[in-house]
T-cell receptor
Framework: DGGITQSPKYLFRKEGQNVTLSCEQN?????MYWYRQDPGQGLRLIYY???????QKGDIAEGYSVSREKKESFPLTVTSAQKNPTAFYLC??????????????FGPGTRLLVL | GQQLNQSPQSMFIQEGEDVSMNCTSS?????WLWYKQDPGEGPVLLIA?????ELTSNGRLTAQFGITRKDSFLNISASIPSDVGIYFC????????????????FGQGTILTVHP
């Protein structure tokens, strides 16, 4: 089945530790996105990528990093510089990056908790 | 920047009742999207609206693209327990250069609780 997978479902981070969240899609979509969701709030954009080997900062990129070495993969690293990392992280993909590229489809999410 | 305001923030209804929620903005949007998020899951697209005045249905769901392009409405008829979740409106952002790159602005969500 085609879709977006995120792993792990739950992730625990110790103080000062970097952790990486996985996002894989087999939809052959060009564009991929990372969002952060906090209770009672909408989704906020962390990073996005229109094509392989290219990505741009979103609204809240500080303390995060990404890579896009393959079309189907867009991992997100939460670095120790992110002082409030506890949140629900959602990955999304879209067929194209332009105005006619279609709507975004979301993965099941990863919940990150700080120990 | 572009912001979306959803109301109400939460709703508690009895099974079988109809539900109405809306989303407003101070900026014009050319597309309106409505997503539903089940607890602990990612949002799922319910309805996409592309034209001002458009009225689109998906089963018991009906959504409208406001004629001013600054609002949208979602109605759910004859609610059932599985309608529980958070409903988000969203629209593509437009940068100063006129491109969106598919970036979406989301409302803060309407939490729906349905009592059997």
């Amino acid at each position: 089945d085609g879709g977006i997978t995120q792993s792990p479902k739950y992730l625990f981070r110790k103080e000062g530790q970097n952790v990486t969240l996985s996002c894989e899609q087999n939809l052959n979509h060009d564009a991929m996105y990372w969002y952060r969701q906090d209770p009672g709030q909408g989704l906020r954009l962390i990073y996005y990528s229109q094509i392989v080997n290219d990505f741009q900062k979103g609204d809240i990129a500080e303390g995060y990093s990404v890579s896009r070495e393959k079309k189907e993969s867009f991992p997100l690293t939460v670095t120790s510089a992110q002082k409030n990392p506890t949140a629900f992280y959602l990955c999304a993909s879209r067929l194209g990056g332009g105005a006619l590229g279609g709507t975004q489809y979301f993965g099941p999410g990863t919940r990150l908790l700080v120990l | 920047g572009q912001q979306l305001n959803q109301s109400p923030q939460s709703m508690f209804i009895q099974e079988g009742e109809d539900v109405s929620m809306n989303c407003t903005s101070s900026s014009i949007f050319n597309t309106w999207l409505w997503y539903k998020q089940d607890p602990g899951e990612g949002p799922v697209l319910l309805i996409a609206l592309y034209k001002a005045g458009e009225l689109t249905s998906n089963g018991r769901l009906t959504a409208q693209f406001g004629i001013t392009r600054k609002d949208s409405f979602l109605n759910i008829s004859a609610s059932i327990p599985s309608d529980v979740g958070i409903y988000f409106c969203a629209g593509p952002r437009v940068d100063t250069g006129g491109t969106s790159y598919g970036k979406l602005t989301f409302g803060q969500g309407t939490i729906l609780t349905v009592h059997p």
